[in-house]
């Protein structure tokens, strides 16, 4: 199969390119320079070169291609429209990458949820994650114009890339942190709970969306999960580090932006893949 992917230089694309690669694909990533693209070729990769704003660029190649998996950006409207225009019809798939966060809250760190979402619970989302989750609507609806649009929804990821970008963003960025400053910090009161996944798990349900999810499925991926405080007690462990601290969420939104530090540090995001 010739599969044109987003984000195959990425932690989560460099992982599925990977697996697709080892299973007799052929790939065909966007890329927007020239180093980049030379580190593809060698991975094996074909370059296609540009950018999410090019929009010819990706409905041709969605066109030419047998399928399509977007992992480079799962806000990118523009990018998934054109694709989607370039694979109406075809009935052939078109995998997007979204991601647990849609099921965030305002914690801020403070408080352990007990809202557990799965592929059926609705979802209200709060008003940083409402343009989100309107695109994996959009993306689900496109299975009325022939398009086998799927979507998978990660939780936190962890593990090494098989790629050419090794580490995921969560926990090595707060374990890169704590080595700079000699202090691990977790939002707030680090009671938040994140469900996780093994990057190697994540790139296996891929595979298997490919070749046998129907039109309009939507998958969580996770395995488990943990609070903030754990996994932070953790890396100090690991990083022989005092007991993590609390990082009152306005100090952390002024290092991290105040999307990353309510959303991706902040929230819960506790989903049960069924």
Request: with cysteine; aromatic share 6%.
């Amino acid at each position: 199969m010739n599969i044109f992917m987003t984000g195959a230089t990425g932690y989560i694309g460099g992982t599925i390119a990977r697996r697709l690669l080892d299973d007799g694909h052929k790939v065909r990533g966007l890329v927007r320079d020239a180093e980049k693209s030379s580190r593809l070729a060698a991975f094996g990769v074909e370059s296609v070169m540009g950018g999410l704003d090019d929009a010819a660029i990706l409905a041709a190649e969605a066109r030419r291609a047998d399928a399509v998996i977007n992992t480079a950006s799962s806000d990118h409207r523009g990018a998934v429209e054109a694709m989607l225009e370039g694979l109406a019809g075809s009935q052939k798939p078109f995998i997007h990458t979204s991601g647990s966060s849609i099921v965030a809250d305002d914690a801020h760190g403070d408080v352990a949820s007990d809202k557990i979402y799965d592929e059926d619970t609705p979802i209200e989302p709060v008003l940083g994650k409402q343009a989100r989750v309107a695109i994996d609507r959009a993306i689900r609806e496109a299975s009325r114009r022939g398009v086998r649009s799927i979507i998978v929804c990660p939780t936190m990821i962890y593990g090494n890339g098989l790629g050419l970008a090794r580490d995921s963003a969560q926990i090595p960025g707060l374990a890169k942190r704590a080595k700079a400053s000699g202090v691990v910090r977790h939002v707030g009161k680090g009671l938040n709970i994140w469900s996780n996944v093994h990057v190697e798990d994540v790139a296996d349900l891929y595979r298997l969306a490919l070749a046998k999810a129907p039109a309009g499925a939507f998958y969580f991926a996770e395995n488990g999960e943990a609070s903030y405080r754990a996994i932070c007690a953790a890396i100090a462990r690991r990083l022989g580090l005092g007991e993590p601290q609390v990082w009152p969420f306005e100090e952390a939104a002024k290092e991290l932006g105040e999307n990353s530090a309510a959303y991706t540090f902040g929230s819960n995001s506790r989903v049960l893949a069924r």
